[in-house]
T-cell receptor
Framework: GEDVEQSLFLSVREGDSSVINCTYT??????LYWYKQEPGAGLQLLTY?????DMKQDQRLTVLLNKKDKHLSLRIADTQTGDSAIYFC????????????FGTGTRLKVLA | EAQVTQNPRYLITVTGKKLTVTCSQN?????MSWYRQDPGLGLRQIYY???????DKGDVPEGYKVSRKEKRNFPLILESPSPNQTSLYFC????????????FGQGTRLTVV
């Protein structure tokens, strides 16, 4: 079945790196996404990776994809207090392109 | 500015009193969806629409209705709200396909007492 799992909480110190992990079950997904939800706001697309890539880097963000293990991770370098938010990984399975499947979300707390 | 607008942002209501949460997008997107967000459960899709007059159930449709009479609007209707529908609701829109970004509204926090 379709299921995307994440750990619920992560706490890091300002300036450290954060790594948020996600496992998914639909190996047919073409794209995998990371969305960010700041307090009191809707979700916004942070970054995405195409399934034929292993890694994508975008400034402080690094996305790693292990298709064999169906594991996706988001690394935030030099984490700042403004990075405190909930991070959702998501996929659009090719079996049902009408919807995103979202993970449970990881709440990142950055300590000053 | 490209946006998805939901109203109201906050709503407290009583059990059984019909309510509608409106959603409007200005990007001419075909796909629109409603999600509810609950702690530890992430976002679960309630209903979706692939175009005008085309709607279908998502994962948790019980107790909800939708309509899509115009492309830009996708209201969520709770005919007889119950306390288990207390949640944070999001409307989203996007273009069809597997590599498209979803644009979300700001959310509606609903409390049913």
């Amino acid at each position: 079945g379709e299921d995307v799992e994440q750990s619920l909480f992560l706490s890091v110190r300002e300036g450290d790196s954060s790594v948020i992990n996600c496992t998914y079950t639909d190996s047919s997904s073409t794209y995998l996404y990371w969305y960010k939800q700041e307090p009191g706001a809707g979700l916004q697309l942070l970054t995405y990776i195409f399934s034929n890539m292993d890694m994508k880097q975008d400034q402080r963000l690094t996305v790693l994809l292990n298709k064999k293990d169906k594991h996706l991770s988001l690394r935030i370098a030099d984490t700042q207090t403004g990075d405190s938010a909930i991070y959702f990984c998501a996929e659009i399975p090719t079996s049902g392109t009408y919807k995103y499947i979202f993970g449970t979300g990881t709440r990142l707390k950055v300590l000053a | 500015e490209a946006q998805v607008t939901q109203n109201p942002r906050y709503l407290i209501t009583v059990t059984g009193k019909k309510l509608t949460v409106t959603c409007s997008q200005n990007m001419n997107h075909e796909y629109m969806s409603w999600y509810r967000q609950d702690p530890g459960l992430g976002l679960r899709q309630i209903y979706y629409s692939m175009n005008v007059e085309v709607t279908d159930k998502g994962d948790v449709p019980e107790g909800y209705k939708v309509s899509r009479k115009e492309k830009r609007n996708f209201p969520l209707i709770l005919e007889s709200p119950s306390p288990n529908q207390t949640s944070l609701y999001f409307c989203a829109s996007r273009t069809p396909g597997v590599g498209t970004e979803a644009f979300f509204g700001q959310g509606t926090r609903l409390t049913v007492v």
